[in-house]
C-alpha cells in the first residue's frame, strides 16, 4: 500500500509537470536524523522501523459504543508543493467522510472494511509513536495530521513507523485521487 502514495505523488508531480508548473526542486530525501535505527538497515535507500513498534499483544478492533466522540479518527494531508490539503474522517456508525479542499463525501464503509481499519486503531503499537516525526529539513512532503482517541499525532512518513504506516495507508484510499 505504500507504493499507492509514491504512485500518487508521481501522478501529481507528472500533473504539475504538464500543468506548467515551475519546477521548485525536488523533495528532500529524508536525512539520516530523521530515521530512528537501532540496528543497519536492510538497504541504503529503506529506513530502519523503529524496534519499539514490535508489540506481543495482537490488535483487537476499538469499539464503537459508549463514545462520547462520534469520530474515530480525523486525518489530515496538507503540503508538497501542489498544496494538497485532503481530510479522512472514520465515524462509529462505519461511514467515511472525505474532503478535498472543501468538497465533501460522504461512503460507507463494508462491514469488513470497517473492522480492518477499527482494528489497525486498535494496534498497541500506534500507543508508542511518538507525537511528532517530522524532517525539519525536507522540502514539499506531505504532512500527515492524525487525531486519534484525543491524541494528535504529526508525520512526515520519514520515520518508518509501522502501525502508523498501514493505518495511515488504509485511510489514504479513502481519499479522493
Known sequence: MIGRRTSATAALVCVAALS??????PAAAPTPSAVTAASPSPSP???TPNPSQ???RPPTPVPTTGRSDPK???????GGF???HQTVILRTDGTVYTSEKGEPNVRRTTKAQFTELRTLLGDPALAEVPSFTMDMDAKDMFQYTLRIDGRTVITDRSTVEPA????IDALDDWLPR
Open 82 to 84: 501542489t498544496g494538497v
Open 20 to 25: 506548467g508548473c515551475a519546477d521548485e526542486g
Open 164 to 167: 502508523l504506516d498501514r493505518l
Open 72 to 78: 474515530l479518527v480525523v486525518m489530515t494531508v496538507t
Open 54 to 56: 514490535a508489540s506481543s
Open 45 to 47: 535507500d529503506e529506513p
